[in-house]
């Protein structure tokens, strides 16, 4: 049995590695447990976009989002490793009279007109009515970045232990007792953040998977100086001339097959944005399984019903984003430091835990 710790966090994507790495920078004893390897589920599928403003949900999911942002650049700045932070921003296109509109409402939007777009991202199909430039909105290589923090945690005295799942999880003496591939950790608190799979954790937990798949293009030559995003597609530059292009949504499948459909999908989005692009050498083809929530917006907070028991979960599009954010609100809760009540709200598990009780199905604690 290893020691007992002050914190059980499960899971090793983005969310845990971040949630692990706040914790242990409070002085708190944390054991990190992925049962595969870290940073391998679907934070690795991910673009990596920042995107407080193309990703926009409601007024308290944008607040989050932009402390995300901020919190990731202390990180960059602190950890001192590349983990792909890119500035520049993303450029959201404005294909109608009404998304130029509806994006004209953000008054920290730069506008660029059509011309505009064409002298300053030379290879683009301009859109017809034009384009803003979001700079806060950044990008991140997500599986570097979830490797820096889970690294930085190390440094601050976290264990982690890959190739072991947790199968069972018990009450003992006011703190949990978890069971692992080969062992047992005993903890006070216990942070369930398993992303699609947490569901598997927590009993009528509601939570569905979206696959995505996305292509990565040798664009040696071409400098794209933005990510560029329309109705929820995008192209976004990777150090060293590559282009990811993302991302399919697709409902229903739970598997991570690559499919010519989706090679199909991805290679329209593509031509959407840059003519020809489509026909660049494909470097990389892949899927992920977005966690996806009764209402898109991520569960985090206390787990109704148990106590030091808490879940950071179901990010769906916004994980990456939303990583620091959602780390700092469970470190928030742990340590009892004061918080902002419309978030608990907005994002608390209980709105995605049912039971089947007479039939019916109606909210209960686990
Ligand atoms: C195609 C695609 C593009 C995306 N693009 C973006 C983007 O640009 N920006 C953005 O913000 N988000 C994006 N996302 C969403 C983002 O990838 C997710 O929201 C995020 O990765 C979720 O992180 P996570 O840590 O919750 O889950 P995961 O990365 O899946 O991590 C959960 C981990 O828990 C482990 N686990 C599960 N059960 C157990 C168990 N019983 N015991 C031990 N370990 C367990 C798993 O092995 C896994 O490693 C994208 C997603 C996809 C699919």
New binding site residues.
């Given amino acids: 049995m290893s020691q007992p710790v002050d914190v059980v966090v499960?899971?090793?994507?983005?969310?845990?590695c971040s949630t692990a790495y706040y914790l242990a920078k409070e002085g708190l004893s944390v054991h990190l447990?992925?049962?595969?390897k870290i940073?391998?589920?679907?934070?690795?599928?991910?673009?990596?976009?920042?995107?407080a403003h193309s990703e926009y949900l409601n007024d308290t999911f944008y607040s989050f989002a932009q402390e995300s942002q901020v919190l990731y650049s202390e990180f960059q700045r602190d950890a001192g490793v590349d983990f792909g932070y890119t500035a520049g921003g993303i450029v959201q296109f404005a294909c109608s009279e009404e998304e130029r509109i509806a994006l004209s409402r953000w008054k920290n939007a730069v506008h660029l007109s059509a011309e505009q777009v064409r002298e300053r991202i030379p290879h683009v199909a301009p859109p017809a009515f034009g384009a803003y430039l979001f700079e806060e909105d950044v990008?991140v290589h997500?599986e570097k970045a979830c490797l820096a923090f889970c690294a930085a945690a190390k440094s601050l005295g976290a264990t982690v232990s890959e190739q072991?799942?947790?199968?069972e999880i018990t009450l003992l003496n006011g703190g949990y007792q978890i069971r692992?591939t080969s062992s047992v950790i005993n903890a006070k608190h216990l942070v369930i953040?398993?992303?699609?799979?947490s569901a598997?954790?927590v009993s009528g937990l509601q939570m569905t998977a979206v696959?995505?798949?996305?292509m990565q293009l040798n664009a040696v030559g071409m400098q794209l100086p933005y990510t560029l995003f329309h109705k929820g597609c995008y192209v976004i530059p990777r150090p060293g001339g590559t282009l990811v292009i993302?991302?399919t949504m697709e409902y229903g499948h739970t598997d991570l097959q690559i499919t010519d459909a989706g090679n199909l999908a991805l290679s329209a989005i593509a031509e959407r944005f840059i003519p020809g692009l489509s026909r660049l050498p494909v470097m990389n083809r892949w899927?992920?399984?977005?966690?996806k929530t009764v209402d898109d917006l991520p569960y985090i907070g206390r787990i109704p019903g148990n106590e030091n028991m808490y879940m950071a979960?179901g990010?769906?599009?916004?994980?990456?984003?939303?990583?620091p954010a959602t780390a700092c609100l469970i470190r928030d809760l742990i340590i009892g430091n004061e918080m902002n009540t419309e978030r608990i709200k907005a994002f608390d598990p209980k709105r995605g835990i049912f039971h089947e009780a007479n039939n019916r199905t109606e909210r209960q604690s686990v």
Avoid: W, Y
């Fill in positions: 499960i899971g090793g994507g983005i969310i845990g447990v992925e049962r595969d940073a391998q589920g679907t934070t690795r599928a991910a673009g990596g976009m920042l995107g990008h997500p072991a799942t947790v199968d692992i953040a398993s992303g699609a799979a598997k954790l696959k995505g798949q996305c993302g991302a899927a992920g399984l977005r966690p979960a990010h769906f599009r916004n994980g990456i984003l939303l990583a």
